[in-house]
């Protein structure tokens, strides 16, 4: 963790007038609000260019026009669920009605750890009954039990979403590090003087303002993939495509990523399941199609997920920027020349790099 004690304090003087949409409020492409840095500058010089460009900006350049979608604590699941769906969303947050206030945060990760507790409270009930219970049984209980379940109950259920608002006075880098490493918190609630919220910035929403603004800093946005720390410190997670879809899912929140690599027999890359493809399964099958096949779970419920996307350690972070952005996805799986995967690099791992790291 570094400290940012040589930046300007957060204050109102670090708020730049909005500017005309998109997503994140900046100017077009080719319109940046810094002039664009010679690509030979020494690396310390493009280091420091770039920390004075993010101080341009704070938490209120990612605030839009748009009405916080949000749920009441005494929704049912389902209902929830589907508003996910519908609204193709990954989270949204929770009022808690006699408070008339936000308490919390529910996205697909919570229904994740919420539907493999409930698989995994099978082999207990089969233990106290000393009988093994037929799935199907099995499974008409645990439909029953989550379609009267208020959504209140779920809240940060996987432990990834506690409720953290920022005033929109915030400086950007400071917002970079909450999104990064250290703290990684997947999206974080945009609020005035008043606590209303005003927001809901992803950090896929940084992800496309790093991808737009690296065009003005050639040399950082050609940094390789081998050149980022955070990839390579941990061996890419991954299930095999014939295993049921509930150990994917499964793998999920035991090991505390967003997602995990689909491997054939042979180790190479056929797929990936990430915790919004539980968004493909629903009613019925909810629980039914998680004792599926990962290949026939992703073929029945998202098959673009068996379209899985890569780069080597050779790519360019910039690629991977725009493979992010342009596929809308959370992590890009490294590949070596027999399409092995090697690890992954995520929102966060990128947003670490350049909240004034590169490291």
């Known amino acids: 963790t570094h400290s940012h004690s040589s930046h300007a304090p957060a204050s109102a003087s ?6 005309t949409p998109p997503e994140y409020l900046l100017p077009p492409v080719g319109q940046h609000l810094a002039a664009p840095f010679s690509p030979l500058l020494s690396k310390s010089a ?3 260019a770039w920390e004075t460009f993010l101080c341009k900006f704070s938490s209120e350049n990612f605030v839009g026009s748009d009405e916080v979608v949000s749920v009441d604590g005494t929704d049912h699941c389902p209902a929830v669920l589907q508003k996910l769906i519908d609204c193709q969303i990954q989270a949204v947050p929770v009022r808690d009605t006699e408070k008339n206030e936000f308490v919390g945060m529910v996205d697909v990760l919570d229904f994740v750890a919420t ?3 409930m698989n995994n ?8 009954a000393h009988k093994q219970i037929p799935w199907k049984e099995f499974f008409e209980q645990e439909k029953h039990v989550f379609a009267e379940q208020e959504v209140l109950e779920m809240c940060n259920a996987s432990e990834r979403n506690p409720w953290c608002p920022v005033h ?6 400071s917002l970079m590090d909450m999104f990064g490493n250290d703290v990684n918190l997947h999206r974080v609630p945009i609020t005035n003087d008043d606590g209303k919220v005003l927001a809901i910035v992803s950090q896929s929403k940084i992800i496309a303002f790093l991808r737009r603004e690296l065009v003005a800093f050639e040399s950082l946005g050609q940094r390789l993939v081998k050149e980022c720390k955070s990839f390579g410190e941990a061996a ?7 295993e049921p879809a509930f150990e994917g899912f499964a793998a999920i929140i035991r090991n505390n990523v967003a997602g995990v690599a689909v491997v054939n027999d042979a180790g ?3 797929g990936a399941l990430s915790g919004s493809d539980i968004k493909g399964t629903f009613g019925d099958g909810l629980f039914a199609d998680l004792r599926l096949p990962v290949k026939e779970y992703l073929l029945k419920t998202h098959a673009n997920s068996l379209k899985p996307v890569s780069c080597t350690v050779d790519a360019s972070l910039q690629t991977v920027l725009a493979q992010l952005d342009d596929h809308h996805i959370h992590r890009v799986f490294v590949v070596d020349a027999a399409n092995k995967p090697l690890g992954a690099l995520s929102l966060c791992d990128l947003i ?3 909240s004034l790291h590169f490291k």
């Open 14 to 19: 670090l708020v730049v007038p909005l500017a």
């Open 46 to 48: 493009m280091a420091s």
């Open 115 to 117: 539907v493999v507790m």
């Open 121 to 128: 409270a099978k082999e207990f009930i089969d233990t106290l």
């Open 168 to 173: 929109v006075s915030v400086p950007l880098h």
């Open 236 to 242: 890419a997670v991954s299930v095999n495509e014939n």
């Open 268 to 270: 190479e890359l056929v």
């Open 352 to 354: 670490s790099f350049f």
